[in-house]
């Protein structure tokens, strides 16, 4: 691990990256150090990180050719990059697998879907999925599919569909971790209801600092907590302040503020978003987590809670929920 870490040792979990689309678009490689985009192994070895979630994304353009498809390419891009890289990188199917590229000095990949449009309606697809290494769930992008609405659907947008409901109980069941992050408001109260498992949202900010649709209310971020789940907070820059050209990782350390406040301590957690918006002066790419740790250190947090939202509270909930 790098030096320049504040603590060498510590868990660092990032629960959302985009690199997969790029790496499929034959744009860059994991292996190789690039100066496009923020993420790969180089970077995320230099800034430290222990594990990332990488999500499957289909974008709305490629639903024409099948959700599915797309996001099995994108499966399969990680899988070559596993059988590739063995000496830097592994598949986590649980906690002790995070645990395991830490002792090893690899990094942990986690299989995400952003969003249940390649679930179509079947629950055998979210099976397959399952039996594939994908261990996080976003249940909706920005809008609706077979499961729910997403955030952006509008002031009417409605809560879990039918199969909605049977896709958190089979994650339930699986051992899959939900993300809520894009859902819109009645899904998340619905998945809170319905849910025996904790969630979380893996890259959503306190809409208390910032008035963004896919920020989270206080209210929203404390009922996530009171059930055991996480907020994740993220590097947009629009999600951040206004304008979002002027935002820094001071603002990013402003909304860690918030929500350890709101949902305390031991529920928070890091999702960049890195290689899917535009990100804050300070965190331009994965090498920068160490000035996110020292910027907490300086805010007064202690050595406990800085390792709790660096990545030791997801872990505790990732072998929680996947075992």
Not at 98 to 113: D, S, Y
Not at 139 to 155: H, I, K, P, S
Request: net charge negative; charged share 20%; aromatic share 6%.
């Amino acid at each position: 691990m790098p030096s320049d870490l504040l603590f060498p040792d510590a868990i660092v979990v990032d629960g959302h990256c985009d690199t997969l689309g790029d790496v499929l678009e034959g744009k860059r490689t994991l292996a190789q150090h690039s100066t496009q985009g923020h993420v790969d192994l180089p970077r995320l070895r230099a800034g430290g990180v222990t594990a990332q979630i990488f999500a499957c994304f289909v974008p709305i353009h490629q639903y024409h050719r099948g959700a599915t498809r797309y996001a099995m390419h994108m499966v399969d891009v990680l899988h070559q990059a596993l059988d590739a890289y063995p000496d830097q990188l592994l598949l986590a199917a649980g906690a002790a697998d995070i645990r395991r590229a830490q002792a090893e000095g690899k990094v942990a990949a986690i299989l995400g879907l952003e969003g249940a449009e390649p679930l179509s309606d079947s629950l055998a697809l979210l099976r397959s999925f399952y039996r594939l290494g994908v261990r996080v769930l976003g249940l909706t992008w920005n809008f609706r599919n077979e499961v729910a609405d997403g955030v952006m659907q509008g002031a009417n947008a409605l809560g879990l569909s039918p199969f909605g409901l049977q896709v958190v109980e089979e994650c339930n069941r699986l051992g899959v971790l939900i993300d809520v992050s894009h859902l819109a408001p009645a899904g998340l109260e619905d998945v809170l209801r319905v849910s025996r498992q904790p969630v979380i949202a893996s890259h959503s900010n306190a809409r208390a600092l910032c008035d963004h649709p896919r920020n989270l209310t206080d209210a929203q971020i404390e009922a996530i907590a009171a059930r055991g789940g996480l907020v994740g907070v993220t590097f947009v820059d629009s999600f951040l302040h206004k304008p979002a050209a002027e935002a820094t990782i001071e603002h990013v350390l402003d909304h860690v503020d918030h929500l350890l406040r709101v949902a305390g301590p031991q529920q928070v957690m890091v999702g960049s978003d890195f290689d899917g918006a535009d990100m804050p002066q300070g965190l331009e790419d994965a090498t920068h987590y160490p000035a996110l740790a020292a910027g907490m250190a300086v805010r007064g947090h202690s050595e406990a809670v800085i390792r709790g939202v660096l990545g030791l509270n997801f872990l505790r909930v990732f072998e929680q929920v996947v075992g």
